[in-house]
C-alpha cells in the first residue's frame, strides 16, 4: 500500500467553487444558451440576411443597404407600413376604450361574477387561427351569418363583401383583432383596478365626487401604470399580428390589408426574397422600440409611485 | 354644525341583524365616541352615518335632516380613515384641496383654506410632498387636514389612531381632542380602545354585539357603570368581579361563592337573596395593618404605581397602589375595602342595581 496523498482537502469544496463571479457565470449559463440560440441567434441572423440578397436555395452574398434602398421606393411596402400603423392605431384605441370599459363593468357587485369573467377570457383562450376561421365564415361574401341577420331584418338587399372591398376588408380585419383581444386588456386592467382601495373610491365620494370624477380624479390616475404596461404589450402585439391577416385575407384585396409582417412574410418565404423579407420584418424594429420607449418615459414611471427620501 | 340623531336604527347583512336598534342623540359641537369591542357594530353605524352602508330601518338625522336616502357627498360629512384613504397620486396640498376643487371653489378660496388647515396642524412645510413620502402620523394629520378644509357639519373619525405607535397615538389623541376644542365641529369618533374614549369624549356610546349598552360622560359611565359589559370594558386594569350573595342576616355582608366575606356599604333592596356580582375597581383597595387577608400572586411595578395581583379567598384580584410597596410573591397582605365604591350587579340581568 502506497501512502496516500499529503494534500489536506479543504473542508468545503473546491476553490473554483468559492468564487462568486465564476460560480454566478456558470448558473446563468443555461439560460444565457437558451437565449443565444433562440433569440439572439435568429434576431441576428434576420438583421444579417436584410443586408444579403440570399434567395431560397441559394446563399446570398452581402450587398448592404441595396434592399432598403429598393424598399424605400416600393410602393406596396410602405402600404404595408400605413396599414400596420391604420391598423395598430385604430385596433388599440379600440381595445382599450372597450377592455376598459369591460374591467369596470366586471369590477362591480355582479352576480354570477366569476362565471361572466371566466366568458370574457374565451377569445383570448381560443387559438387564433381558429377564432380567424371562424371570422372567415363570418366575414363571408356570401354566407355571412352578418350579412345575412341584416336581409333577414330588411336593412340590406345584398350581401357585404366584408373582404373584397379594401375599405371593408381593413374594418373586418380590425374588427377581427379587436374582438380577440380585448380579454388581455380587460382582464389585465381588472387586476389593476382591484389593487385600488375601496377606501379611496369612498373617500372621494365623501369628498363629494360624482362616479364620473371617481373615475377621472381616483380610478385613472391609479391605473395608469397598469395601462401603459397592457397597452404596450397590446401594441407590440397588434403591430406584429400575422395570423388573422394570413387566414382572412392574406393581405388582399390589393394589399389594402397587407400588414409588414404579412409581407415580409410574402415577400421572403413563397416570393423567395429571404434578403428582403428579413429587411421587411427589420423595418417593424424602429417602431417597435418607438413604443417601448414611449410607454417607458411617457407613462409607466410617475413621481408618487417612488418611495420617500426620509 | 349640526347635531346627529339615530333613530331606532338598524343593519342586517342578508338575514344576519348587526345593528339591533339604536337611538343615540349626539348634540351640536359634542365630541362623542362610539366603543366597543370588534364586531360590535360601531364602524358599520359609522359609516351608515356617511352614507357608505345602507340603512335598513330607522333614521338618521343630521342637523334636523333625515340623510337616509343621502348620497354620501350631499351629507356634508368629513370622514377620516383608519388606513388614512389619501389619493397617492395626489400631493398634500392637492390631497387637501380635493373636496374644495370638486366643489368648484375658486383658486385663491382653496389656496387660503389649505394654508389655515396646514397651518392648525403643522403641515405647511409637507405640502409639496406625497403620501408615500410621509411617516405614519404626517398623513394622519393630512388625512384631518382634509376633513378641516371642508369646514363640514360632522366630522367622522373611523379607528384613526390603530395604525400609529404607541407613543405617536398618545400625542395623537391630545391633538384631536385640542383640535376639537378649537372647532367645535360635531363629532363622532369610532374606537375599540376604551382609554381614548375616556380621554377624549364628551359622550361615550358603548355598544356590544350591535345594541347600546349605555351613553354617558366618560366619569358617569367609570363610577356608574349600568351593567356587567360596561363595568368590564371601561376602566384599565378591569373592575374586579366576584360571584356570590348577600348574608341573609347581615346585609351588609357579601358572601363570595368561596365563603370569603365582603364588606357592602348599603345593599340595595332588590339585591336579598339573589345571585350576585361583587364589582370593585383595582384602586378601591387600601394597604391597611388589618382587613382582608389576602395572599400576593404576582407584582409589577410601573414606577407611578404598583399593580398586584393577590388571592383573595379562591379569587385572582387585582389592585392598584400608588404607593411602592416592598413585598415578595407568597407573602400576605391586608387590604381595606373602600365599600361605598363596591357595585352590585344581578347576575341574570346583568344590570347594576342602585342603591
Known sequence: MTTVPTTQPTATSAPWLQNNNLLGFFFMLPAAVFLVCFLTYPLGLGVWLGFTDTRIGRDGVFIGLENYVFLAGDKVFWLAVFNTLFYTLIASILKFALGLWLALLLNENLPCKSFFRAIVLLPWVVPTVLSALAFWWIFDSQFSIISWSLMQLGLIDAPINFLGDPTNARMSVIAANVWRGIPFVAISLLAGLQTIPASLQEAASLDGATNWQRFRYVTLPMLTPIIAVVMTFSVLFTFTDFQLIYVLTKGGPVNATHLMATLSFQRGIPGGQLGEGAAIAVAMIPFLLGAIMFSFFGLQRRKWQQGGQD | ?355
Do not use: W
Open chain 2, 1 to 355: 354644525m349640526a347635531g346627529v340623531d339615530f333613530v331606532d336604527v338598524r343593519k342586517s347583512f342578508g338575514a344576519f341583524p348587526v345593528i339591533k336598534g339604536v337611538d343615540i342623540q349626539i348634540e351640536d359641537g359634542e365630541f362623542v365616541i362610539l366603543v366597543g369591542p370588534s364586531g360590535c357594530g360601531k364602524s358599520t353605524l359609522l359609516r351608515m352615518l356617511a352614507g357608505l352602508e345602507n340603512i335598513t330601518a330607522g333614521e338618521i338625522r343630521i342637523g334636523g335632516r333625515t340623510v337616509n336616502a343621502l348620497p354620501p357627498k350631499d351629507r356634508d360629512i368629513a370622514m377620516v380613515f383608519q388606513n388614512y384613504a389619501l389619493y397617492p397620486h395626489m400631493t398634500v396640498a392637492d390631497n387637501m384641496a380635493f373636496s374644495l376643487m370638486l366643489n368648484g371653489s375658486p383658486k385663491a378660496e382653496i389656496d387660503k383654506r389649505v394654508n389655515a388647515a396646514a397651518d392648525i396642524l403643522g403641515l405647511t412645510k409637507l405640502l409639496d410632498r406625497f403620501p408615500r413620502q410621509l411617516s405614519g402620523g404626517q398623513r394622519q394629520r393630512v388625512a384631518m387636514g382634509r376633513a378641516i378644509v371642508r369646514d363640514p357639519q360632522v366630522f367622522l373619525f373611523d379607528e384613526p389612531l390603530s395604525n400609529l405607535d404607541a407613543k405617536l397615538r398618545v400625542a395623537m389623541r391630545a391633538e384631536i381632542k385640542e383640535l376639537h376644542q378649537r372647532l367645535k365641529t360635531t363629532t363622532v369618533y369610532v374606537t375599540h380602545d376604551q382609554i381614548e374614549a375616556m380621554t377624549m369624549a364628551d359622550k361615550i356610546v358603548v355598544m356590544h354585539d350591535g345594541v347600546v349598552e349605555q351613553v354617558g360622560a366618560p366619569l358617569e359611565l367609570y363610577d356608574r357603570p349600568a351593567n356587567l359589559f360596561v363595568a368590564g370594558f371601561i376602566g384599565s386594569p378591569a373592575m374586579n368581579m366576584i360571584r356570590g350573595r348577600l348574608d341573609p342576616g347581615d346585609p351588609t355582608r357579601f358572601v363570595a361563592t368561596d365563603g370569603t366575606t365582603l364588606p357592602v356599604h348599603r345593599p340595595p333592596a332588590a339585591a336579598k337573596g339573589r345571585d350576585l356580582v361583587y364589582g370593585l375597581r383595582p384602586e378601591y383597595m387600601a394597604l391597611a395593618g388589618e382587613g382582608q387577608p389576602a395572599e400576593v400572586v404576582v407584582i409589577e411595578p410601573t414606577g407611578y404605581e404598583t399593580q398586584m395581583i393577590v388571592r383573595l379567598g379562591g379569587t385572582d384580584v387585582t389592585c392598584v397602589f400608588r404607593e411602592r410597596v416592598d413585598v415578595r410573591p407568597g407573602e400576605t397582605i391586608h387590604l381595606k375595602i373602600d365599600a361605598e365604591h363596591v357595585h352590585l350587579f344581578d347576575v341574570e340581568s346583568g344590570s347594576r342595581l342602585f342603591d
